[in-house]
């Protein structure tokens, strides 16, 4: 029997409105190298991978909204005093399981994709939570932070492995505004300077204009990703 290679991980990483899920699924067959996709972002509508609680969670959150968008009859007034404790613990404790179940929902798939890269397929992720969150949760001196935020940057820098190659998609606020029309033009270039800012950060980090055709874009990051793939094979 003949012992399965080890692969690697690749992310694609940039602003909404890039590219990043159309190019990975466009890679998921052009690549001379079996590939697994696995959406690492918090849209659990767009997730390939996902835990029964966070359907569950995804399903319940949905059906609330549905019954509030329909709900023709004022909210009820505050209720007593005395009422008020237990509904605060109660939302507490639903907040405090749902942030649980996120972490449990970040290893999942970081299992998974140790799964697939020990059975010889490159991972391709679409998104990466360390990178998504690197700048709020995990980047040194960036002040006292709530424990759930300080919790999640541990878990983010000592449980999850770095994707081995970082590509970003890079394109003007500007133009991932006229795609998605999702927040601000300035908020956009605000997170464009974030993901730029890892290649200081980050060892294998490539950059795409994101800003052109996409067969030329989608050709790039094949490009970069078979010779990450050829350095590896040759440098052992």
């Known amino acids: 029997m003949v012992a399965l290679q080890p692969m690697f991980s690749a992310t694609l990483i940039g602003l909404d409105g890039v590219g990043k899920t159309t190019i990975a699924k466009r890679l998921e067959h052009a690549l001379p190298m079996p590939v697994k996709y696995l959406y690492m972002g918090m849209n659990f509508e767009a997730g390939n991978c996902l835990l029964p609680t966070t359907r569950w969670w995804s399903a319940r959150q949905r059906r609330e909204a549905a019954a509030a968008a329909r709900r023709t009859t004022p909210a009820p007034a505050p209720a007593p005093a005395l009422g008020h404790t237990p509904r605060v613990l109660v939302k507490t ?14 290893w999942c798939r970081e299992l998974v994709a140790l799964h697939y890269i020990r059975q010889g397929h490159l991972v391709l992720f679409d998104r990466h939570f360390i ?8 980047l040194p001196g960036s002040g006292h932070l709530p424990w759930k935020r300080r919790v999640h940057g541990f878990m983010l820098r000592h449980l999850i492995r770095e994707p081995d190659l970082v590509i970003c998609l890079d394109a003007p606020g500007e133009v991932a505004f006229g795609r998605k029309r999702e927040f601000s033009v300035p908020f956009l270039e605000s997170r464009r300077r974030d993901y730029l800012s890892l290649r200081n950060a980050v060892r294998n980090f490539v950059i795409v204009d994101a800003n052109r055709d996409l067969e030329s874009v989608v050709g790039d990051v094949r490009r970069a990703i078979v010779e990450f793939h050829d350095r590896r094979r040759t440098h052992g």
């Open 93 to 106: 404790a639903k907040k405090t399981l749902g942030f649980i179940n996120r972490l449990l929902e970040e």
């Open 131 to 138: 990178y998504d969150y690197y700048h709020a949760d995990i």
